[in-house]
């Protein structure tokens, strides 16, 4: 069973850096044939596509949002991040990670002063 858990700083001020972790076990994110993807939904709003990091680690971006987005990996921890930045407070969503068909339970990010 693959299970993915998000991790994050909660609140963040505007125009910084908002940092994501998503962990994985149960499946490695160099294992063939698993896209790793972060998803984001805001309050009232439906599921937002941001990125989508393949095994061989090519990645994809929304084109709405690919100029303040970055995504890595971390092979030894079995991690990827997430990095978004100079957020606003449009940018405050429970953000998602997730691995073909398994979600993560989601992280809140709040952007407010």
């Known amino acids: 069973q693959v299970q993915l858990q998000e991790s994050g700083p909660g609140l963040v001020n505007p125009s910084q850096t908002v940092s994501l972790t998503c962990t994985v076990s149960?499946?490695?994110?160099?294992?063939?044939?698993?896209?790793w993807k972060w998803i984001r939904q805001p309050p009232g709003k439906g599921l937002e596509w941001l990125a989508t990091m393949t095994s061989y680690d090519s990645i994809y971006y929304s084109p709405s949002l690919k100029s303040r987005t970055s995504v890595s990996r971390d092979t030894a921890k079995n991690q990827f991040t997430l990095q978004l930045s100079s957020v606003t407070p449009e940018d405050t969503a429970v953000y998602y990670c997730?691995?073909?068909?398994?979600w993560g339970q989601g992280t809140q990010v709040t952007v407010s002063s």
């Open positions: 997730m691995g073909n068909t398994y």
């Open positions: 149960g499946a490695s994110i160099t294992a063939d044939n698993y896209y």
